[in-house]
C-alpha cells in the first residue's frame, strides 16, 4: 500500500474516533456527569443517652463511667433521675458536670477526611495509635456498642482516629477536646467539699493552736474575737477572702483508705464552721489535718469521714493566727473605719 494511502485511512480513522468522542461527551451532558466514587466516613460519634462509657489512655488503668438511677433525684417526663459514677479503677461518686461534658463533645466528633497512612509499628507510634499512646473510647446504650475508637496525634486536618472494625484506615476528625478524656481517675471524680453562698453566712468559728476566733456579721459588717478578746484592726476584706476560699471547696487530691490517725484528723489542727443565716439555717464544717502531699492538707467534712487533699492555700485560712485577718499597722480598712491616725494628727480637731 502506498503511503499516500495510509495517510488517507489514518486521517479517516482519527476522523472516526473524534466523531464517536464527540457524541460520547453529548451524551454524558444529557446523563449528567459520571458521580465520583464516594468514601464512606464512618461514624465517630455517639447520642447523649449513652449510659456507658470506658476510656483507656494508653498504658494508664482504664476508666469506666456509668449512669444509674439517682434517688435523690426527681423524676421528668423525660424519665427517672439518673446520675453519672465512676465503677473502675474505683467504685466513688463521679463529678457530674465533667461527664456530661465529655458526652456533650463525643456528639460533635465528625470525620471530615481518610489519610492516606500505611499503619505498620512505626507509623503507629509516630501518629501515637499505638497501644502505649492512643486513647481509646468505647461507649455503649443498653449494652448496644456504640463507638469504639482509638485517638492518636492531632494535625491540621484534625485528629486522626482509628476505628476499631477498620483498624488499618486512618481517619481525620474535628471537634475531639482531647482534655475532656484523658484525664487522672480523680479528675472525673466528684470533688465538692463544701459548697454554700458566702454572703449568707452569718458566722464563722475557728478553732486553732492559736485559739478560738469567731467572725459574726452585725448590719452587714464583720466583727471578730479572738477568746474573748476583739481582734484590732480586723480587715474585712480579708473575712470576705476566707469566705470565698470556703465556699466551693473542692479537692486538690483523695485520701482514699487512709484512716483519720493517718491523716492527723483524728486530732485535727484546725476546724471551721460556717452558720448561714436564713429561714433554714444550715451549718458547715471541715477539720484540717496533716500535711500530706507538698503543701496540701488532709481535710474532711465535719459531718463524714471522708478523706481529701485541699491546697495550702484554703487550709491557711484555718491555720493562721489574727495577723491573717488583720490590716497593716499603717492604716487600711482596719476594723472597718477609715485610715488610722498618725502622729501628726494626733492634736487636730
Given at each position: 500500500?502506498?503511503?499516500?494511502?495510509?495517510?488517507?485511512?489514518?486521517?479517516?480513522?482519527?476522523?472516526?474516533?473524534?466523531?464517536?468522542?464527540?457524541?460520547?461527551?453529548?451524551q454524558?451532558?444529557?446523563?449528567g456527569?459520571?458521580?465520583?466514587?464516594a468514601?464512606?466516613?464512618?461514624?465517630?460519634?455517639?447520642?447523649?443517652?449513652?449510659?456507658?462509657?470506658?476510656?483507656?489512655?494508653?498504658?494508664?488503668?482504664?476508666?469506666?463511667?456509668?449512669?444509674?438511677?439517682?434517688?435523690?433525684?426527681?423524676?421528668t417526663?423525660?424519665?427517672?433521675?439518673?446520675?453519672?459514677?465512676?465503677?473502675?479503677?474505683?467504685?466513688?461518686?463521679?463529678?457530674?458536670?465533667?461527664?456530661?461534658d465529655?458526652?456533650?463533645?463525643?456528639?460533635?466528633?465528625?470525620?471530615?477526611?481518610?489519610?492516606?497512612?500505611?499503619?505498620?509499628?512505626?507509623?503507629?507510634?509516630?501518629?501515637?495509635?499505638?497501644?502505649?499512646?492512643?486513647?481509646?473510647?468505647?461507649?455503649?446504650?443498653?449494652?448496644?456498642?456504640?463507638?469504639?475508637?482509638f485517638?492518636?496525634?492531632?494535625?491540621?486536618?484534625?485528629?486522626?482516629?482509628?476505628?476499631?472494625?477498620?483498624?488499618?484506615?486512618?481517619?481525620?476528625?474535628?471537634?475531639?477536646?482531647?482534655?475532656?478524656?484523658?484525664?487522672?481517675?480523680?479528675?472525673?471524680?466528684?470533688?465538692?467539699?463544701?459548697?454554700?453562698?458566702?454572703?449568707?453566712?452569718?458566722?464563722?468559728?475557728?478553732?486553732?493552736?492559736?485559739?478560738?476566733?469567731?467572725?459574726?456579721?452585725?448590719?452587714?459588717?464583720?466583727?471578730?474575737?479572738?477568746?474573748?478578746?476583739?481582734?484590732?484592726?480586723?480587715?474585712?476584706?480579708?473575712?470576705?477572702?476566707?469566705?470565698?476560699?470556703?465556699?466551693?471547696?473542692?479537692?486538690?487530691?483523695?485520701?482514699?483508705?487512709?484512716?483519720?490517725?493517718?491523716?492527723?484528723?483524728?486530732?485535727?489542727?484546725?476546724?471551721?464552721?460556717?452558720?448561714?443565716k436564713?429561714?433554714?439555717?444550715?451549718?458547715?464544717?471541715?477539720?484540717l489535718?496533716?500535711?500530706?502531699?507538698?503543701?496540701?492538707?488532709?481535710?474532711?467534712?465535719?459531718?463524714?469521714?471522708?478523706?481529701?487533699q485541699?491546697?495550702?492555700?484554703?487550709?491557711?485560712?484555718?491555720?493562721?493566727?489574727?495577723?491573717?485577718?488583720?490590716?497593716?499597722?499603717?492604716?487600711?480598712?482596719?476594723?472597718?473605719?477609715?485610715?488610722?491616725?498618725?502622729?501628726?494628727?494626733?492634736?487636730?480637731?
Amino acid at each position: 500500500m502506498s503511503r499516500d494511502k495510509l495517510i488517507i485511512i489514518g486521517a479517516v480513522v482519527l476522523g472516526l474516533l473524534g466523531v464517536l468522542v464527540y457524541r460520547q461527551m453529548k451524551q454524558d451532558e444529557s446523563l449528567g456527569a459520571a458521580p465520583a466514587i464516594a468514601v464512606q466516613f464512618p461514624s465517630v460519634n455517639a447520642p447523649d443517652d449513652i449510659d456507658k462509657i470506658s476510656v483507656t489512655n494508653g498504658e494508664k488503668p482504664e476508666i469506666v463511667l456509668e449512669r444509674v438511677p439517682d434517688p435523690k433525684g426527681t423524676a421528668t417526663d423525660a424519665g427517672p433521675a439518673t446520675q453519672w459514677v465512676l465503677t473502675k479503677p474505683l467504685h466513688a461518686e463521679a463529678g457530674q458536670q465533667a461527664v456530661k461534658d465529655l458526652v456533650a463533645n463525643l456528639k460533635d466528633i465528625k470525620v471530615e477526611s481518610q489519610v492516606n497512612l500505611r499503619l505498620d509499628d512505626e507509623v503507629r507510634k509516630e501518629k501515637q495509635l499505638d497501644s502505649a499512646h492512643a486513647l481509646h473510647l468505647i461507649a455503649w446504650k443498653d449494652g448496644d456498642k456504640k463507638v469504639d475508637e482509638f485517638f492518636g496525634k492531632s494535625g491540621a486536618a484534625g485528629q486522626l482516629v482509628v476505628v476499631a472494625d477498620k483498624p488499618d484506615v486512618v481517619w481525620a476528625a474535628k471537634g475531639y477536646s482531647s482534655y475532656l478524656y484523658a484525664k487522672e481517675p480523680k479528675d472525673f471524680r466528684d470533688k465538692e467539699i463544701l459548697h454554700f453562698d458566702d454572703a449568707s453566712i452569718g458566722s464563722v468559728t475557728l478553732v486553732n493552736s492559736h485559739g478560738t476566733l469567731a467572725f459574726t456579721k452585725v448590719d452587714g459588717k464583720w466583727t471578730g474575737l479572738l477568746g474573748k478578746k476583739p481582734i484590732e484592726r480586723l480587715d474585712q476584706e480579708k473575712v470576705k477572702d476566707m469566705l470565698r476560699a470556703y465556699k466551693s471547696l473542692s479537692a486538690d487530691d483523695f485520701g482514699d483508705g487512709k484512716s483519720l490517725a493517718e491523716t492527723g484528723l483524728d486530732k485535727p489542727d484546725a476546724q471551721a464552721t460556717f452558720q448561714a443565716k436564713g429561714d433554714e439555717p444550715q451549718t458547715y464544717g471541715i477539720w484540717l489535718g496533716k500535711v500530706s502531699n507538698g503543701t496540701d492538707r488532709w481535710a474532711k467534712r465535719a459531718e463524714d469521714d471522708a478523706v481529701f487533699q485541699i491546697t495550702s492555700y484554703a487550709a491557711d485560712w484555718l491555720t493562721a493566727d489574727t495577723a491573717k485577718y488583720q490590716a497593716p499597722l499603717d492604716g487600711g480598712a482596719g476594723d472597718g473605719g477609715g485610715p488610722k491616725k498618725t502622729k501628726s494628727d494626733a492634736g487636730k480637731k
